[in-house]
């Protein structure tokens, strides 16, 4: 008796999916066939399954059997250990006609055979292989009609607002409600993500935000995702700069969604609110400032930064201050200065003297500062700048002109993939919105100020080197030296201290 050795070919597009095609439903129906059809081959030949070629989570319309993981090390390196395959259906080899052509092929040079226990195929005589064929094409028509409705119907949720699936953004969480999934905020990660945001408009870089992030094990986008639709993470992921400024970039921050490089709108050209947003567009405006200084600022090397960087300046040129180690002689112990940029220049050829305006001891001036500003300020309460939404249409106006920018800009680039007269229409529609918003009366918003809770001085003594800089800097103070004649003289810029002083005054 001839024994036909068999690979019985498994496919499944989902791991979680119809139980009709699951892997195990596939399994019983091919060793239920090949049961059938030993039966009917008494005395001549039996059919034997010596292996299982099992694909989870594979398309077919994506790899090709040679491509895939299980099917493809037995067609390529285990020819050897059968004679034929087995499947549950033909489309679960392929549904491409390219792909089926070049499988008969494969195997006629193989001399391999292969048996559909579904289906009526039989490759031994042109008739089947013409039915073959037609099976083939049916199921290539089969799956673009899926993929159509499948693109249809992404499209009429997203067009709706309603989640489509896949991977949750940061900060949300998904909702049943009577019209179907949407995202809403997740209590958990978008606290988590408002601190992020508030270290990043603090001047915090990216790369130290996501060192904190991991010594603190925050869960990343992806685990958070894998944790949110109970698996266990195969894999624990790490923040990186990169990532965080992915994430803080996106402006799934806001509620929209971006398809292809452009950000999906209504059919009037407002942007789709896919899922709730987690910040106003004013807030992620300012935070997309807040990175662009970052971005402008990396790779300059702060960790030494002096008290004074951007702060001190010269009273003779009014060039900044830096600080050198230079100066002294062999033996003596060299006391870190402040000096003229005009020093570094003449070394440069940008100048042709410096201007004559000798270094001062760096304890000297920025003891000076601090004891001036202490003095003067400290045991005021500390003042921060809030931002004040106003009661008026100027982010209405700002989206607004920020989508009729984004209508025109898809077209220039030709990522719009509507006729002209649907391009009109929204474009028309978004001016005539815009000319109603400007009729109404308004009123900016703006910044106020309000007590932290803490006094000038306390803010001061938790804040390291970098901390006090750049406090300075966004009060704009600033001060300056002259020790031409042989003394010091100082100007003392207060900057935003004398209105943070009136501030305080009159809460008194």
Known sequence: MEVIRLVGVIRQSKKVGDQAISEESQRSAITDGIEIKNRQEVGRRRYEIVGWASDIGVSADKTDPWQ????????????????????????????????????????????KIYICTN????????????????????????????????????????????????????????????????????????????????WILDGQSLSSIALKLNVDEVPTPQDQHTENVGRAAEKKHYWTGTNLGQ????????????????????????????????????????????LDALSDAKGKNHQKTSLLRKVGTCGACGENLHVTNTGGG??????????????????????????????????????????SVLSRVGHLPRMVKVFVPGEDHSEELEQLEDAIKGVRRERDLGLYDGDE????????????????????????????????????????????????????????????????????????????????????????
């Open 68 to 111: 895939r993981e299980a099917l493809g090390d037995w067609l390529k390196n285990r020819t050897a250990e059968f004679d034929g395959l087995v499947s549950w259906k033909l489309d679960r080899l392929c549904r491409s006609i390219l792909d089926f052509a070049k499988f008969m092929k494969w195997l006629d040079d193989n001399r």
């Open 119 to 198: 289906d009526p195929i039989d490759l031994s005589n042109d008739m089947g292989r013409a039915l073959a064929t037609i099976l083939a094409v049916l199921a290539d028509l089969e799956l673009k009609n899926i993929k159509a409705r499948n693109k249809q119907t992404r499209k009429t949720l997203n067009e709706a607002g309603r989640w489509t699936g896949g991977r949750v953004p940061y900060g949300r969480r998904p909702v049943k409600t009577e019209k179907g999934w949407t995202l809403v905020k997740d209590p958990i990660t978008s606290m988590k993500l408002a601190e992020i945001v508030e």
């Open 247 to 290: 994430l803080l970039r996106s402006r799934h921050l806001i509620g929209e969604r971006e398809v292809g490089g452009k950000v999906l709108r209504k059919a009037d050209g407002s942007a789709v609110m896919y899922c709730e947003p987690v910040m106003t567009p004013t807030e992620w405006k300012r935070l997309q400032k807040a």
């Open 421 to 508: 007269e649907g391009y009109l229409t929204r474009l028309t529609s978004l001016v005539e919105r815009r000319k109603s918003l400007l009729t109404l009366p308004s009123r900016p918003a703006g910044y106020d100020y309000r007590p932290s809770g803490q006094t000038v001085a306390e803010y001061w003594e938790h804040l390291d080197r970098e901390g006090r800089n750049r406090w300075l800097r966004e009060m704009g103070v600033r001060l300056s030296y002259d020790r031409r004649e042989g003394y010091e003289m100082w100007d003392l810029n207060w900057g935003d201290l004398e209105h943070l002083e009136r501030l305080a005054q009159g809460m008194g």
């Open 330 to 371: 062999k033996n003596t112990r060299r006391i870190p200065r402040y000096r003229c940029a005009s020093y570094a220049y003449k070394g440069l050829g940008r100048v042709a003297e410096h201007c004559g305006n000798p270094s001062i001891q760096q304890p000297t001036i920025e003891g000076y500062l601090e004891e």
